[in-house]
């Protein structure tokens, strides 16, 4: 798993590459949720590198989701493929983490 980050206002934005999977880079990860938050920062995951999720990946997610659930904070899926998004369905998760196929609307949704 590789993680580049880069910040756009007051949204850090995570571009990951590779499977986001048990010992793949998770704690690196949750390290960067945690700056983020530190930081004030809202938080966009951009998976557009990212083939697979499992489990613990997504448990990862819903964790960030958690640790950034102060109003007006939040964390937010950029370029999910169709398997994270079945994923994120079957365990009733499309509903509480937003996910965009466009990084400006993902940006604009956190004014």
Do not use: C, W
């Amino acid at each position: 798993m590789e993680i580049h980050g880069r910040v756009v206002g007051n949204v850090t934005i995570l571009d990951l590459k590779g499977k986001l999977v048990l010992d793949e880079g998770l704690g690196q990860l949750r390290d960067a949720i945690e700056a983020a938050r530190r930081d004030g920062h809202r938080l966009l995951l951009n998976l557009a590198a990212v083939p697979y999720i499992d489990s613990a990946g997504l448990g990862e997610i819903v964790r960030g989701h958690a640790a950034l659930g102060e109003p007006g904070e939040k964390l937010r899926l950029l370029h999910a493929n169709e398997r994270v998004r079945d994923l994120l369905s079957v365990a009733h998760l499309h509903p509480v983490v937003e996910m965009f196929d466009n990084e400006a609307a993902a940006l604009a949704s956190f004014s």
